[in-house]
């Protein structure tokens, strides 16, 4: 089963006070460079968050949230040390959540 591991914090914060698109061109680059399949995600009011077992750390995160999903731990690893005021854990498919990567955010 894989495991999806998160950095999670204000969609604010990761989308317009953190440089993530510095990052994430830089990193899909890299992946490119290296023929490496992309394993990682923007998910803007992440569903993940909904899941019962999931209520105290969206407790502690500013709405509406973001996270960057990734199945490589040492990625989320480094962000956490790069941005720092972040939430992070992990999480795997279930009957609670389904879908890892979906978002609750309404497309206009």
């Known amino acids: 089963m894989t495991t999806y591991y998160y950095v999670l914090a204000s969609q604010k914060f990761l989308t317009e006070d953190e440089p993530i698109d510095e990052i994430f061109k830089e990193r899909t680059r890299n992946y490119q460079e ?3 399949e992309i394993d990682f ?3 803007k009011q992440p569903a993940f ?3 019962p077992e999931m209520a105290a750390i ?3 995160c500013p709405q509406p ?3 960057i999903v990734s199945t490589n731990k040492q990625f989320i690893t480094w962000l956490k ?3 720092e005021y972040v939430i992070t854990g992990e999480f795997q498919v279930s009957e609670t959540i389904p ?3 979906a978002s609750l955010a309404v497309v206009s």
């Open 34 to 36: 290296n023929e490496k």
């Open 99 to 101: 879908q890892p990567l």
């Open 65 to 67: 949230a973001a996270a």
């Open 58 to 60: 969206k407790a502690q």
């Open 41 to 43: 995600w923007l998910v």
């Open 49 to 51: 968050l909904d899941a």
């Open 81 to 83: 040390l790069r941005l």
